[in-house]
């Protein structure tokens, strides 16, 4: 069970970003294709009484062409200055066979959506950019996650980046601003 901090950062420009985390001598982690399948039940149990989501993610690493399977369950907290979240993770062996239970106990596919994904680290600091498929979210952008509130300041003043391009909002947030 891992707690996350974590920011989006609106608004960038996917080459531009890339190279400046390059420059400031961020390390490339991996390069990845991601489906993610969003699980909740239809009157939205998951979303609405723990204000959490449950997820699929299945990555396929572009520089090992390996496959895996992880579940999730993103708890999030109040934080006003980042979004703040409990992230319980499981490796699983087998996808459909777990759709299939989760749909006997009334849980089903709500969204499924697809993103590249290309991961750089420095001095502990993860930064991710994400660009989903035309219909989930149009707009790349960068997530910022972080250990300490104060490593945020770092990787946004490292960066030179303009605070109000600066988000708290989840993707589903984004998705409804946009009317999806």
Known sequence: MDKELEVKVLNIDKDKIQRKLLEIGAKLLRREHQRNYLIDSEDRSIEKNNNSYLRIRETLDLDTEETSFTLTLKQNLFNENMRENVEVNTQIDDKEALLYILDVLGYGLVK??????????????????????????????????VNKEEDLDKAINLLNIDKKNVSTKSIVELREDLGK
């Open 112 to 145: 499924e959506g697809f993103k590249e994904r290309i991961s750089y680290q420095y001095e502990g600091i993860r930064f991710d950019v994400d660009t989903w498929d035309e219909s989930t979210y149009p707009y790349t952008y960068m997530e910022i996650e």
